[in-house]
């Protein structure tokens, strides 16, 4: 296949984690937004921080069965390394990170990778998700779907929690996060991400969610979730949460 001359987001995170599989435009791309917000690498190595402790406290409540929408690269410390006892399938639109990270999984035989559309749960392929995942009802999953909904409109990211609903046995659990308003203090970058960029407050996400509960620690900075070490002073341009069915 080959390399890709438009920049992808996930690729752009894989370059400010310090990882190894991404394009010359994806490098051009993440110099031009630390042009604008010098700080960006660490804004999302603390979101990166946060799937980690999130996948972690899901697997310690013994879920062992991860489905990633959006999933981006699956290195630097993505779900599969988070929980290296579960079984995790990673789920993406792009052609190009599908082909890196069945590259990078092939020697993880409890991972796997393959194509969804966050705007269209049904796009996944129900016979992956049993040949990675399994078959059983009664399991619950963690579904990860971080970076995915400031892609999509209300009406979509209703729509996905209630696929996500619909599918999920009982006392399964999202991983999500949402994009607030601070970029809006760097209209540059706003420019750059475009119209089909979406911020919103913790309390209108909760409205998008439902039927989903949100757990004990509700919606929080990315930052402060579950961390007990957090010392850091950026502003908080993503908030975070788990909810439970």
């Known amino acids: ?99 890196l990270g069945k590259e990078i999984l092939k020697h993880t035989p409890r991972a796997d990778y393959g194509f969804c559309d966050a705007n269209d749960f049904s796009t996944c392929d129900s016979t992956l998700i049993e040949n990675v995942l399994g078959a059983d009802d009664n399991t619950p999953i963690g579904y990860v779907v971080v970076g995915v909904s400031v892609f999509l409109n209300d009406e979509a990211v209703a729509r996905l929690f209630k696929s996500l609903h619909e599918h999920a046995p009982e006392r399964s659990q999202v991983i999500f996060d949402l994009d607030s308003d601070a970029l809006s203090n760097y209209p540059e970058a706003l420019e750059l991400l475009g119209d089909g960029f979406h911020m919103r407050t913790p309390d209108a996400f909760s409205a998008l969610i439902k039927p989903w509960q949100l757990t004990e620690s509700g919606i929080q900075p990315v930052q402060t979730w579950h961390n007990d070490n957090d010392n850091t002073d950026l502003p908080v341009f993503m908030y975070g949460g788990v909810v439970t069915k």
């Open 1 to 99: 296949m080959d390399v890709p001359e438009i920049p992808n987001t996930g690729r752009i995170l894989d370059v400010w984690l310090g990882g190894k599989h991404h394009t010359p435009a994806d490098v051009e791309a993440a110099m031009q937004y630390c042009r604008i917000y010098d700080r960006s690498p660490e804004v999302f190595q603390t979101l990166r921080q946060f799937i980690v402790r999130a996948c972690q406290s899901l697997n310690q409540q013994g879920i062992d069965r991860f489905l990633v929408l959006g999933a981006g690269i699956p290195s630097c410390g993505n779900v599969h390394e988070a929980a290296p006892n579960a079984r995790v399938l990673y789920t993406d639109i792009d052609p190009y990170n599908i082909q």
